[in-house]
């Protein structure tokens, strides 16, 4: 026997939602109102970023006196949204003397005014390390590609400036040199970025990030000229048709290749015997309720804008994929 429905005057079926979801009580997320746009990285701005509390507005800046994880990010960003990208780097290291921070950078910024008066219009960003004796050097990554010109220049006016009695330091800093391998080694080399990523892991190092306790100030840790990276563009949200889905759809594809770049790494520590350390990937922008970025998002950005339905995020895929076979059709077979 079958139980009649009661009529609208009775009581409810049920007296309680019985749907997975909590409905009303979810946590709403405010509405992007812009896309801030740089070459390869987008910006979710969101209207709850809040106003600095009254307390911090004349907190005065403190000294530097670690390489933060906020730092790395800032950096990370920069390289990756270099325009023109950097091409190559070249490395200033001390052999006899161990100065100070203070020291150090005025030796850095001299060397600088040289490189720009050999290179007009180079753009560069710098990177302090220490090496395990604790002694600083420099990495410089810069725009302009290797010259065996460019290389004596810098290399002769890094040696004038810090050690200029040292040949051993001139010939270091200016001539090929044998490396651990056995292969050829210079202070300046042509630089293949490969995704701005492998320059955080390859310079944040936490052991060459320690300060010692008699280099006194340091300072910042790295720095870029300016203009190194182009000013930003704006699109309001107001602009954007289904803004709520965009942001859903760009923030999934960027959780998706992050997802891909943890199984590769995975693969290549297993097939070279390392333990491989689980990185926690942190939420992206739509799950954030302050503004975002998301990483090497956007050419995907501009492909899902000029779809009219920013639902399907399967033909994005399809170009992707498309795309790599295409290339991998062109590469030789070994």
Request: hydrophobic share 35%; with cysteine.
């Amino acid at each position: 026997m079958f139980a009649l429905a009661p009529d609208e005057s009775g009581p409810p079926l049920v007296s309680r939602c019985i749907s997975h979801r909590k409905g009303d009580s979810r946590k709403r997320l405010p509405p992007p109102v812009a896309f801030e746009i740089l070459p390869v990285d987008v910006r979710v701005v969101r209207e709850s970023d809040g106003i600095q509390p009254e307390h911090l507005k004349d907190v005065k800046r403190g000294q530097v006196q670690m390489f933060s994880p906020a730092s790395a990010s800032r950096l990370t960003r920069t390289a990756r949204n270099a325009m023109p990208a950097l091409v190559s780097q070249f490395c200033l290291t001390y052999h006899q003397s161990n100065p100070d921070g203070q020291a150090t950078k005025k030796h850095l910024d001299a060397w600088l005014k040289v490189l720009r008066r050999a290179a007009p219009g180079v753009g560069y960003l710098w990177i302090l390390e220490f090496q395990s004796r604790g002694v600083p050097h420099f990495h410089v990554w810069l725009t302009e590609p290797f010259s065996e010109s460019l290389w004596k220049r810098l290399g002769a006016a890094w040696n004038r400036i810090v050690e200029p009695e040292s040949l051993h330091h001139l010939w270091w800093h200016t001539q090929e040199r044998p490396g651990p391998d056995g292969k050829p080694q210079r202070s300046f080399i042509n630089w293949d970025m490969k995704g701005a990523g492998y320059l955080r892991k390859y310079m944040s190092k936490a052991a060459q990030k320690c300060v010692p306790e008699s280099f006194g100030w340091v300072g910042r840790f790295w720095g870029c000229t300016r203009g190194l990276v182009p000013d930003a563009d704006f699109i309001l949200a107001e602009d954007v048709p289904n803004v709520a889905d965009l942001t859903r759809q760009v923030s999934k594809y960027v959780e998706a290749r992050r997802r891909r770049g943890a199984r590769v790494a995975r693969k290549i520590a297993q097939d070279k015997g390392r333990t491989y350390q689980k990185v926690n990937l942190r939420p992206t922008a739509r799950a954030q309720p302050r503004s975002g970025w998301l990483n090497n998002a956007t050419p995907a950005f501009f492909k899902l804008l000029r779809y009219a339905d920013v639902q399907d995020l399967k033909r994005l895929q399809d170009e992707e994929n498309e795309a790599r076979s295409r290339h991998a059709a062109r590469s030789p077979v070994n």
